[in-house]
């Protein structure tokens, strides 16, 4: 394994895992490898409502960007691969068609990453996939540990859409539903739009959830919702998934999604939310999804994409910097 040895090839020759990161063939050696955090994909779209094509979003997040594996941030001042172990860990076995089977798939190669002690970073798929990440990790930490923190346009609480439980309208209601997380540890940033209706919102309260829409983040300001947010998701839990839904950023900066909902976040307003969150918490898993590159005319919604997993991984090493986690 020539793990410290930055990889200087141009980002567009070789096989494309994510960054050139090296890749892991089974979960024998993720055990040995003790990564810090492992990208997984998740190329699925069966559980979509409306414009599809995300099961492309992985291959396209990992192909996406110039950056190298010396990649600096400028911000935070590291470089997040001198200081962590990151693998990339392929795709799940995802089933076209047949959203359980993929669940399974999902969850099984995520718990896998949760149980070598490592943060699986998904990449999606729809967000059908949340619902299993999640579960896994949330099972290999213990109940009631983790709290979700998770930025979308759409609150995806509801029972069905036409009947499917496992559609990308659904996976926060199961995630509840099934105890995976405490409903006031669910956070939602970035509510806009025309959807869910009142009694979805009415189910939401019961739960105890909390959520912010893009009309309390316009009134108070992000930073102030960002702090509660956090906050919040740590009432009860002391680690945090972070669930990126893609289209909480305006159309503008994520026109490859399958369900856009103008008047969103800007991508610098969700690239400083996905560095404090991570900074500010102890982050045991993340994904990004909704990333459909048949919708993404000029490639910058997997551009995004990419550099919020680059951002947690940047705030990750910072932490490490510093002599935290
Ligand atoms: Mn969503
Ligand atoms: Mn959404």
Same mark, same amino acid.
Request: hydrophobic letters at 40%; glycine letters at 10%.
């Given at each position: 394994?020539?793990?410290?040895?930055?990889?200087?090839?141009?980002?567009?020759?070789?096989?494309?895992?994510?960054?050139?990161? *090296?890749?892991?063939?089974?979960?024998? $050696?993720? =055990?040995?490898?003790?990564?810090?955090?492992?990208?997984?994909?998740?190329?699925?779209?069966?559980? &979509?409502?409306?414009?599809?094509?995300?099961? #492309?979003?992985?291959?396209?997040?990992?192909?996406?960007?110039?950056?190298?594996?010396?990649?600096?941030?400028?911000?935070?001042?590291?470089?997040?691969?001198?200081?962590?172990?990151?693998?990339?860990?392929?795709?799940?076995?995802? /089933?076209?068609?047949?959203? !359980?089977?993929?669940? =399974?798939?999902?969850?099984?190669?995520?718990?896998?990453?949760?149980?070598?002690?490592?943060?699986?970073?998904?990449?999606?798929?729809?967000?059908?996939?949340?619902?299993?990440?999640?579960? $896994?990790?949330?099972?290999?930490?213990?109940?009631?540990?983790?709290?979700?923190?998770? #930025?979308?346009?759409?609150?995806?609480?509801?029972?069905?859409?036409?009947? &499917?439980?496992?559609?990308?309208?659904? *996976?926060? @209601?199961?995630?509840?539903?099934?105890?995976?997380?405490?409903?006031?540890? #669910? /956070? =939602?940033?970035?509510?806009?739009?025309?959807?869910?209706?009142?009694?979805? #919102?009415?189910?939401?309260?019961?739960?105890?959830?909390?959520?912010?829409?893009?009309? %309390?983040? =316009?009134?108070?300001?992000?930073?102030?919702?960002?702090?509660?947010?956090?906050?919040?998701?740590? %009432?009860? *839990?002391?680690?945090?998934?972070?669930?990126?839904?893609?289209? +909480?950023?305006?159309?503008?900066?994520?026109?490859?999604?399958?369900?856009?909902? *103008?008047?969103?976040?800007?991508?610098?307003?969700?690239?400083?939310?996905? @560095?404090? +969150?991570?900074?500010?918490? !102890?982050?045991?898993?993340?994904? /990004? /999804?909704?990333?459909?590159?048949?919708?993404?005319?000029?490639?910058?919604?997997?551009? &995004?994409?990419?550099?919020?997993?680059?951002?947690?991984?940047?705030?990750?090493?910072?932490?490490?910097?510093?002599?935290?986690?």
């Amino acid at each position: 394994m020539v793990y410290d040895r930055m990889d200087d090839r141009p980002a567009f020759v070789g096989i494309p895992t994510f960054l050139h990161l *090296p890749a892991l063939a089974d979960a024998e $050696a993720l =055990q040995q490898e003790h990564p810090d955090a492992v990208i997984v994909g998740a190329p699925t779209d069966t559980a &979509v409502t409306h414009r599809p094509g995300a099961r #492309f979003g992985p291959r396209a997040i990992r192909a996406a960007s110039n950056l190298r594996r010396g990649s600096y941030h400028l911000g935070l001042g590291v470089q997040p691969f001198k200081l962590l172990r990151v693998f990339d860990y392929g795709d799940a076995d995802v /089933v076209p068609g047949d959203i !359980e089977r993929t669940n =399974q798939a999902v969850r099984a190669k995520v718990g896998e990453v949760a149980k070598a002690g490592a943060r699986p970073i998904v990449l999606g798929g729809d967000h059908s996939v949340t619902y299993p990440s999640v579960s $896994a990790v949330a099972e290999a930490l213990g109940r009631g540990r983790l709290g979700v923190v998770h #930025f979308d346009a759409h609150a995806d609480t509801a029972n069905d859409s036409w009947g &499917v439980l496992l559609s990308h309208g659904t *996976p926060m @209601r199961r995630l509840i539903e099934s105890g995976a997380v405490p409903g006031r540890a #669910f /956070v =939602q940033v970035g509510l806009r739009g025309y959807w869910p209706p009142p009694s979805v #919102f009415d189910w939401m309260r019961e739960q105890g959830m909390r959520w912010h829409t893009i009309h %309390d983040i =316009q009134r108070r300001g992000f930073e102030a919702v960002l702090t509660e947010a956090i906050e919040q998701a740590l %009432d009860g *839990p002391d680690r945090i998934y972070l669930s990126v839904d893609i289209d +909480v950023l305006d159309p503008a900066y994520a026109p490859g999604t399958g369900t856009p909902e *103008p008047g969103g976040l800007t991508a610098r307003e969700l690239l400083q939310a996905v @560095r404090e +969150v991570t900074l500010r918490t !102890e982050l045991a898993g993340a994904d /990004v /999804v909704e990333v459909s590159p048949p919708y993404d005319a000029a490639g910058i919604t997997a551009e &995004v994409a990419h550099r919020v997993v680059m951002e947690i991984l940047s705030a990750l090493a910072a932490k490490r910097a510093e002599g935290g986690a």
